[in-house]
């Protein structure tokens, strides 16, 4: 980004989003907190894949898609299995 010569104001979105984030996770109760931060890994990988193709222009090939619906399903299972 900065070596393409692009303002620095593009870190902001970024800036918010973690921030956003670290608040969200002081939300969830303690016995909870790393599942949330496991799902968060499944949403960041979504989230840097859209950053590549919007900000940057390279689009995700299906290896990419493929690796991302395999986080979010990961993901999924931590947080929606049932447990006893």
Do not use: K
């Not at 900000?55 to 931590?78: H, N, Q, S, T």
């Amino acid at each position: 980004m900065l070596r393409e010569g692009r303002s620095t104001w593009w870190l902001l979105p970024g800036l918010l989003c973690l921030a956003f984030f670290a608040w969200a996770l002081t939300r969830i109760d303690t016995p909870f907190a790393g599942r949330a931060f496991a799902a968060y890994g499944g949403v960041y990988i979504a989230a840097s894949l859209g950053w590549m193709w919007a900000v940057e222009g390279a689009r995700p090939d299906r290896f990419d898609l493929l690796g991302m619906l395999l986080c979010l399903g990961g993901a999924g299972v931590i947080l929606l299995a049932p447990r006893g």
